[in-house]
Nanobody, 127 residues
Framework: QVKLVESGGGLVQAGDSLRLSCAASGRTFSGYGVGWFRQAPGKERESVAAISRRGGKTFYSDSVKGRFTVSREYAKNTVDLQMNSLKPEDTAVYFC????????????????????WGQGTQVTVAS
């Protein structure tokens, strides 16, 4: 079983930045497509970003486009989510998810399309 661990969350002020990391313990992310999702209290889980298996294609939701950047950090064996210009509405638990065997030209934005999930990291943006 692939085990994913998110890190980097915390409490920040509006306009600040955070960098989240998704690590696959004991494994390389090579060969896996990775998505970032978030779930706010009382809200359903939503896709915010995704990256293909070699980083050739990325996806961002309209609400985060231009502010968030997803990247493959091979030296750290992580997929990171750089979050800039954070807004209170970004407050949520952020999850990473992975699936094996995706084409480098394909990203998925539905949770059901992923096989492995981390436990989440809390991001709180104060106004």
């Amino acid at each position: 079983q692939v085990k994913l661990v998110e890190s980097g969350g915390g409490l920040v002020q509006a306009g600040d930045s955070l960098r989240l990391s998704c690590a696959a313990s004991g494994r390389t992310f090579s060969g896996y497509g990775v998505g970032w999702f978030r779930q706010a209290p009382g809200k359903e889980r939503e896709s915010v970003a995704a990256i293909s298996r070699r980083g050739g294609k990325t996806f961002y939701s309209d609400s985060v486009k231009g502010r968030f950047t997803v990247s493959r950090e091979y030296a750290k064996n992580t997929v990171d989510l750089q979050m800039n210009s954070l807004k209170p509405e970004d407050t949520a638990v952020y999850f990473c998810a992975a699936v094996m065997g995706l084409s480098d030209s394909v990203v998925y934005t539905r949770g059901a399309q992923y096989d492995y999930w981390g436990q989440g990291t809390q991001v709180t943006v104060a106004s």
